[in-house]
Nanobody, 119 residues
Framework: QVQLVESGGGLVQPGGTLKLSCAAS????????MGWYRQAPGKQRELVARVFSSGSSELGDSAKGRFTISRDSAKNTLSLQMNDLKPEDTAAYYC?????????????WGQGTQVTVSS
């Protein structure tokens, strides 16, 4: 099992900033990627950004130019710096971990953290 603990969500005004963090722990043998996804009411969950063990990263269209994803290897923590937030960024944000554990599962999700952008 892999446990993902997310933090950093909240209410922010348009144009504001937030930083989300996700700490991974548990029976980790190796990892393939960690990422942030979001889901707004009535919409499908979508990729925000993810980072691969190779060092490469992928940004969703919504994140390009405004969000930065990073990972602290020593702390096994994933961060998402979100700048210039817009009302359409309002959603529940979920951390995802994919990799190798000592069990049958290879994909884990955090419980989600709410981001609300409103004046």
């Amino acid at each position: 099992q892999v446990q993902l603990v997310e933090s950093g969500g909240g209410l922010v005004q348009p144009g504001g900033t937030l930083k989300l963090s996700c700490a991974a722990s548990g029976a980790i043998v190796g990892w393939h990627y960690m990422g942030w996804y979001r889901q707004a009411p009535g919409k499908q969950r979508e990729l925000v950004a993810r980072v691969f063990s190779s060092g490469s990263s992928e940004l969703g269209d919504s994140a390009k130019g405004r969000f930065t994803i990073s990972r602290d290897s020593a702390k096994n923590t994933l961060s998402l710096q979100m700048n210039d937030l817009k009302p359409e960024d309002t959603a529940a944000y979920y951390c995802k971990w994919v990799g190798l554990t000592n069990g049958p599962r290879y994909e884990f999700w955090g419980q989600g953290t709410q981001v609300t952008v409103s004046s």
